[in-house]
C-alpha cells in the first residue's frame, strides 16, 4: 500500500485545530515526560531551555508529572507545586513557552502505592486504595530497578484531603501561569489505583462496583473544575493498560464509564493511552481500540503511545483522535513538528538518560534539524 502521507504533501497532524478557546497551528502534542531533573522537587532553570526547546507557536505542550503533595512523591527530583517556591519555581518555564507561543498544560500526579518510605514525610508508608504491595519494576534502561513499599489504605476521612491537594495544586498551576492542567488518572499510579479491579480492593463506597472505584477520580475532577473551570481540565486514563500491576478485568467498561462521566463536568479534553502499549514503552498487537470511548467523549480526544508520524496522520485523517500527543521522539526530536511537516529523519531516544540527573545530557542536548545541516559533512 502507498503511503499518502510519505511525501509530506497531506499532513493531517499539520493542521489546526481549535480546542476550547485556545487556537493550535497543529496537532502534536508534547507527552507528559518525567525527567527527575526537579532537584529536592523544585523545578529548575534548566527546564526553561528543555520546554522552550521543544514549543511551537500555537503548540500544545503537556508538562512532566508534577506532585500535589509531599505524600504524592514515587520517584526523585519530581517537581511539585504544593509550596510557594514552586509556583515561583514553574513561572520563568511557563513564560519561555508563552513566549514562544505554546499552550502549556501541567500534569497533576499522586504515586499513590508506586512509592517507597525514604519519598514520605518522616519515612512513612505510602497510601492507595490498599495495602497490596507492588512487586520491584524494571524503569529507564531496564538496568534500573524500583522497589516499592508496602502502601497504608486510606481511611475515607482522609480522601477529601487528598482531593483538596489536587484542587490546591491546579490553583497553584494556574497561578504559576500554566493554561490548565491534565489530572494524572493514567500508568497503576494513584487514581488508577483506586478504578482498577486487580488493585482496588476496598468494601467502602470507593471499591466494589464500577461506579465506587471511579468515585475517587471523579471527586478529584469535580474539584479541579470547580477550582479553575472546566475549560482548563484535562485528563488522561489508561484503562487498558497493565503497567505497574495495574489492571482491570474489563478495560473497556472502565474507560466508557469515564468518559460518559466526564462528560458531565464539560472538561476541555481527554487524553487515553492505546491498548497497544503493554508497558510505557513497549507496542504489542492489540485487538482493542479506542474508538468507542472517542466516540462517546463529547471534547477534544488525545490519543498516545506507540506513534510515528504515519500512523499519527492516519489516526486524525480517520477522525479517531483530534490531537497525538508524542512521548519519546518529542523526547529526543525538539523539534518533531517541523521533523513531520518536512518528513525528515528523527533523532534516536537514548533510554540510558530518561531520568538521570544530567541538567544537559540526554535533556537539552538533542540535535535540530538546523544543527544537522550546520554541521560538516
Ligand atoms: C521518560 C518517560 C517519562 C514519562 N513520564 C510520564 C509522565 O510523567 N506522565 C505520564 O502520564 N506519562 C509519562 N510517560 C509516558 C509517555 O507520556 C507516553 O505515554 C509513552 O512514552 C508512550 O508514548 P510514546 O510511544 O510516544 O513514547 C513517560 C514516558 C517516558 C519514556
Redesign the pocket.
Known amino acids: 500500500m502507498t503511503d499518502i502521507y510519505a511525501m509530506g504533501s497531506v499532513t493531517p497532524l499539520l493542521t489546526p485545530y481549535k480546542i476550547g478557546n485556545l487556537d493550535l497551528s497543529h496537532r502534536v502534542v508534547l ?5 527527575q531533573r526537579s532537584y529536592n522537587n523544585v523545578p529548575q532553570p534548566h527546564a526553561v531551555l528543555y520546554y522552550s526547546q521543544r514549543t511551537t507557536n500555537g503548540g500544545l505542550l503537556i508538562a ?2 508534577t506532585c500535589i503533595s509531599p505524600t504524592a512523591r514515587g520517584y526523585g527530583d519530581i517537581p511539585g507545586l504544593w509550596s510557594e517556591e514552586h509556583v515561583h519555581a514553574w513561572k520563568p518555564i511557563v513564560d519561555a513557552v508563552h513566549a514562544k507561543g505554546g499552550i502549556f498544560f501541567c ?1 497533576i ?1 499522586h504515586a499513590g502505592r508506586v512509592s517507597n518510605t525514604c519519598y514520605q514525610p518522616n519515612g512513612e508508608a505510602p497510601v492507595s486504595s490498599t495495602d497490596k504491595q507492588l512487586s520491584p519494576q524494571p524503569r529507564g534502561s531496564g538496568t534500573e530497578v524500583n522497589t516499592f513499599a508496602k502502601p497504608r489504605p486510606l481511611s475515607i476521612h482522609e480522601i477529601p484531603q487528598l482531593i483538596n491537594d489536587f484542587r490546591l495544586a491546579a490553583r497553584n498551576a494556574i497561578r504559576a501561569g500554566f493554561d490548565g492542567v491534565e489530572i ?1 488518572g ?2 497503576g499510579y494513584l487514581l488508577e489505583q483506586f478504578m482498577k479491579d486487580k488493585v482496588n480492593d476496598r468494601t467502602d463506597e470507593y471499591g466494589g462496583s464500577l461506579e465506587n472505584r471511579c468515585r475517587f477520580p471523579l471527586e478529584v475532577v469535580e474539584a479541579v473544575v470547580n477550582e479553575i473551570g472546566a475549560e482548563r481540565v484535562g485528563i ?1 486514563l489508561s484503562p487498558y493498560a497493565e503497567y505497574l500491576d495495574c489492571g482491570d478485568s474489563n478495560p473497556e467498561a472502565l474507560g466508557l464509564y469515564m468518559v460518559n462521566a466526564l462528560n458531565k463536568y464539560g472538561i476541555l479534553y481527554c487524553h487515553m ?1 492505546e491498548p497497544r ?1 503493554i508497558t ?2 513497549e507496542k504489542g498487537e492489540c485487538p482493542h481500540s479506542l474508538v468507542p470511548m472517542r466516540k462517546a467523549f463529547n471534547g477534544t480526544f488525545i490519543v ?4 510515528d508520524r504515519e500512523d499519527g496522520n492516519k489516526a486524525i485523517g480517520e477522525d479517531r483522535a483530534d490531537l497525538v ?5 518529542f ?1 529526543s526530536n525538539p523539534d518533531l513538528p517541523k521533523r513531520f511537516a518536512l518528513n525528515a529523519p528523527l533523532n534516536e531516544y537514548n533510554c540510558q538518560t ?2 538521570t540527573s544530567d541538567p544537559v545530557i540526554g535533556y537539552t542536548d538533542y540535535p535540530f534539524l538546523d544543527d544537522a545541516a550546520a554541521s560538516p559533512m
Open positions: 507527552a507528559p515526560l518525567t525527567r512532566e508529572a500534569q500526579w494524572h493514567a500508568y488522561r493511552v502499549m510505557v514503552g498516545a503511545g506507540g506513534y500527543a508524542y512521548g519519546r521522539w523526547l530518561f531520568y
